[in-house]
């Protein structure tokens, strides 16, 4: 069978952006908000000041096929910097700028970095202490200006402009030339895995990886050049960065929020009509209005919770796309304009549905925001996948499970419940670790994810648990412990759940509780004077877990039950370690740091 002709020549993500740049011209590419007012970027803007920084890495030294790093918060410096690094021929290396400074150290090291672009002088002070010790990056492009003199070999961003357009002046054909020699075998990225059991893997994905998945999960939704996405998730991270190069074969423009602070204020500003998102952000939403409820008056909580009641009565009717009863259509509209719309409005009032990946959305979300009107479609993907493997549509979805599989991604489950993948979108291995890339990927392709799914008869795809979490009892009995994690999480007042086990007579917990939802619990319980500290210990607080705790023991099987649990004095956090920059939990770490509390709940 014969493979229909790319879309795009070159077929790569440069391939993508030259294309829509020329065609697009003058329509709006992309928003930031610079010096308090939101600035637009026309594509014809970008397509311009492409060569002279394409040409301003040459003039640092730059050779096709090097190792370009990124540090940096989201904001459109970044994605813009790594076009840069693709339409050179580079390989865009991205650095959490949360990550310890042993992580960096090993990313930079690992990877070669020879140039880095670097966001602030916090995150230079940070590359400058790697560089002490490694020697790299030998080169540095700082897109913030700094209050103290420049180190040797660190530039501005404008100084970077200025030498590659003089560059750039001086041989205008050469910037074709270049942008035109990057293939679909290239490599475009290296992506380094969260490290939630040791040092980060460094994914090798090339522009085919890429080019394969924006064509393939674009086909999943319909989308069309008025709609409108809002960035804020690590650009580190593929799922952010598919999305970005997912805008560009669409067309859609897209924004750079301020900050996750801000970020209900940006979407009120913008009014975005599709957005991507991680389940902390609905969970911080949803505490954002229990917060507003309770501090209102008795019959504002009543007539909420009438019409929470009403959305989910009128919601399979909604989406079997069936008409409502006259008197249930009527109760529908008097719900929506007394609490939906003011939802709705969190987000700007303008969104089509959301779509949700990186982690499980707990059950009482997607029940909760399906109620009032708005849709999450979640998704599932992996670094090694560059991001989306399967995503729910919004015309075909089954709540619990991750959707089906996007065009041209196989996939099926091993005798031990492994879900294995295959298709032209996985990453060619791991850099510099051919050991590891043989564990990963087999002879026939298939790459083992870790992660536990089953496949349902129309073929949705359900994560239950990942594969070296694994808890293995001393009875002998196989469970996975983040199933039950996410029942337990269930309950708004805990935030982070780690279950532990493993060769033990039965299963412990260790909590922490959501600081939003512990306010308000403490208001309602007249604890409010005491101190947030203090109120874990509180023993109302205690029987509130308890009682949670008991009520999903009854739902599991005898050998899955929580026996003992302690409740931490604060949350799990990614500056301590305990989370990835995905907000995974690192659990060697937590067991190392919290060891001998596991070991209180099995003592006598």
């Not at 229909?4 to 065609?23: C, E, N, S, W």
């Not at 001393?474 to 039950?484: E, F, S, Y």
Request: hydrophobic share 40%; glycine share 8%; with cysteine.
């Amino acid at each position: 069978m014969t493979e229909t002709k790319p879309l795009y020549d070159p077929p790569t993500v440069v391939g993508i952006f030259m294309h829509q740049a020329r065609r697009f011209g003058d329509k709006k590419l992309s928003m930031a908000k610079k010096r308090g007012a939101w600035e637009t970027k026309t594509w014809r803007q970008a397509l311009e000041s492409l060569p002279s920084g394409v040409m301003g890495l040459f003039a640092l030294g730059f050779e096709k096929g090097d190792t370009v790093g990124i540090a940096g918060r989201t904001r459109v410096e970044w994605s813009e910097a790594d076009m840069t690094i693709l339409a050179a021929g580079g390989v865009t290396v991205g650095l959490y700028p949360s990550a310890s400074l042993w992580e960096m150290t090993h990313v930079v090291s690992h990877s070669g970095l020879q140039i880095c672009f670097v966001e602030d002088e916090a995150l230079l002070d940070k590359l400058l202490a790697v560089r002490d010790k490694t020697g790299l990056p030998k080169k540095m492009v700082l897109f913030d200006p700094m209050t103290k003199p420049l180190p040797p070999d660190v530039i501005t961003l404008e100084t970077f402009i200025n030498c590659g357009k003089q560059a750039y002046n001086d041989d205008p054909a050469r910037f074709e030339n270049i942008w035109r020699f990057v293939r679909p075998s290239d490599t475009a990225t290296i992506a380094y895995t969260s490290g939630t059991t040791g040092p980060p893997k460094g994914a090798v994905i090339t522009h085919a990886n890429l080019y394969h998945t924006v064509m393939n999960a674009t086909k999943m939704h319909h989308y069309d050049e008025s709609d409108f996405g809002m960035a804020f998730l690590p650009l580190t991270h593929m799922l952010q960065r598919m999305t970005v190069y997912a805008a560009m074969h669409l067309g859609i423009m897209g924004a750079y929020a301020e900050s996750i602070d801000k970020l209900v204020e940006n979407f009120q500003e913008l009014r975005p009509t599709v957005q991507v998102s991680v389940p902390q952000i609905f969970d911080r939403i949803y505490n954002r209005v229990r917060q507003m409820l309770d501090s209102g008056s008795p019959l504002k909580r009543r007539i909420f919770q009438w019409a929470v009641d009403v959305g989910r009565k009128t919601a399979t009717c909604r989406h079997q796309n069936q008409s409502l009863p006259f008197f249930a259509a009527l109760k529908h509209a008097v719900a929506h304009r007394l609490v939906f719309s003011k939802i709705h409005n969190i987000f700007g009032g303008r969104v089509k549905y959301l779509l949700c990946g990186g982690a499980p959305m707990p059950m009482y979300l997607l029940d909760f925001f399906d109620a009032v009107g708005l849709l999450i479609l979640e998704g599932y993907g992996l670094t090694e996948t560059v991001a989306p493997v399967s995503v729910n549509r919004a015309e075909r979805f089954k709540f619990g499970t991750v959707g089906q599989l996007i065009p041209g991604m196989e996939a099926r489950i091993a005798a031990d419940g492994e879900l294995l993948l295959r298709g032209k979108g996985l990453f060619q291995g791991y850099y510099k670790d051919p050991e590891a890339t043989a564990a990963a990927i087999d002879a026939d392709g298939w790459f083992h994810t870790g992660d536990i799914g089953v496949i349902d008869k129309d073929g949705f795809l359900t994560i239950t648990d990942r594969k070296k979490d694994l808890i293995v009892t001393a009875g002998g009995k196989n469970i996975a412990p983040q199933n039950i994690e996410n029942l337990l999480r269930t309950l708004p007042l805990i935030s982070q759940i780690m279950v532990y086990g493993d060769r033990r007579k039965y299963l412990t917990a260790l909590i922490t509780l959501n600081e939003s939802e512990l306010k308000i619990f403490a208001g309602r319980e007249n604890l409010a004077e005491i101190e947030p500290a203090a109120l874990t210990d509180h023993q109302k607080v205690r029987q509130a877990v308890s009682d949670h705790v008991q009520a999903v023991n009854s739902r599991l099987a005898p050998y899955e039950q929580i026996k003992r649990f302690t409740i931490l004095p604060r949350d799990f956090s990614e500056e301590a370690g305990e989370l990835t920059p995905t907000l995974k939990i690192r659990r060697l770490e937590i067991i190392k740091r919290y060891g001998d509390k596991i070991e209180s709940l099995y003592g006598e």
